[in-house]
């Protein structure tokens, strides 16, 4: 009867049916395939991660040229005037502004809200001193602080998003309110 079994020329020994080399080569193919597939996902999470980083500094640019058109309109000045006779405690819209952007070949656009409101922290301070050329002794004057805040929005569909504040002084007589 004939052995089932390869015998090794130089110990006589019966060895094992060569199938080895098919499963070290499966778990090659394997081990090659895993690193594909992981290569692919940190390249993916690369292009997101640039692309939201874009995304953002373009919102940090429509904030900052939101409030940089904001503190030229002429209306904006007016709304001021409004907040110290009425007050404003609520914030108020002082405009919208949207921005064309250009990425590669895609045209997009950023959008800006402003707002305008008053810092509470200083509508109970006073400020007095003497000599004023308002009145004659002591003369009282009131700091009102405005905040004027611009949201920067990126591109729509995206996660960019920044917020600037920039703040106002006036120096009124206590009396105006």
């Known amino acids: 009867m004939k052995d089932r079994y390869a015998r ?22 394997l081990a090659l395939t895993l690193i594909g597939v992981t290569a692919v996902r940190m390249a ?6 640039a692309a939201n980083n874009l995304y953002g500094a373009v919102a940090f640019q429509a904030a ?10 002429k209306t904006l000045h007016q709304s001021i005037f409004d907040c110290v006779r ?3 405690a609520q ?15 895609r045209a997009l656009t950023a959008t800006a809200t402003v707002t305008l409101s008053e810092d509470p922290v200083w509508q109970s301070r ?7 050329s308002l009145g004659v002794g002591v003369a009282d ?5 405005f905040k004027l805040e611009s949201e920067g929005h990126g591109p729509p569909n995206s996660n960019g998003k920044a917020t600037h504040i920039l703040g106002i002084g006036r120096i009124v007589p206590a009396k105006a309110q």
């Open 8 to 29: 090794n020329r130089y110990t006589g020994q019966a060895t094992q049916p060569r199938g080895m080399a098919l499963i070290v080569g499966l778990i090659l193919v």
């Open 44 to 49: 993916t999470m690369d292009e997101r991660i």
């Open 64 to 73: 900052e040229s939101g409030l940089a058109e904001a503190t030229e309109d």
């Open 86 to 88: 009425k007050g404003c």
């Open 91 to 105: 914030p108020e819209p002082v405009g919208d502004y949207q921005y064309p952007v250009e990425l590669g070949k």
């Open 126 to 132: 006073t400020l007095s001193w003497e000599g004023s």
């Open 141 to 145: 004057f009131k700091v009102r602080v």
